[in-house]
Nanobody
Framework: QVRLVESGGGSVQAGGSLRLSCGAS????????MGWFRQVPGKERERVAL???????YYDDSVKGRFTLSQDNTKNTAYLQMNILKPEDSAMYYC?????????????????WGQGTQVTVSS
């Protein structure tokens, strides 16, 4: 059974930084395409940063230049470095992972999801 475990959330003042980590265990079929989504109460979950294959990483416009996604394919571990945090970045952040088959990320599949880690940015 595949399990994603997140860590690194917390509370920070605006302008500060946090680093989220996500480790995937139980997946023995190769690499995963990993990334982060976030959700606030009453709104739909939105994609924040996601490795989409090759040298491509998707970033939501609201985080470009501030957040950086990195992934260790050998360990199926992903990190989200979040700098210059804003109050509007406050949300529950979820790690997600999708199968990579022949170098292609299967983003249309349901994927695997972590339990979430809360990020709160105060003004």
């Amino acid at each position: 059974q595949v399990r994603l475990v997140e860590s690194g959330g917390g509370s920070v003042q605006a302008g500060g930084s946090l680093r989220l980590s996500c480790g995937a265990s139980g997946y023995t079929y190769g690499s995963l395409c990993m990334g982060w989504f976030r959700q606030v109460p009453g709104k739909e979950r939105e994609r924040v940063a996601l490795y989409t294959g090759g040298r491509s990483t998707y970033y939501d416009d609201s985080v470009k230049g501030r957040f950086t996604l990195s992934q260790d394919n050998t360990k199926n571990t992903a990190y989200l470095q979040m700098n210059i945090l804003k109050p509007e970045d406050s949300a529950m952040y979820y790690c997600a992972a999708f199968r990579m088959i022949a170098g292609v990320c299967r983003l249309h599949e349901n994927g695997y999801w972590g339990q979430g880690t809360q990020v709160t940015v105060s003004s």
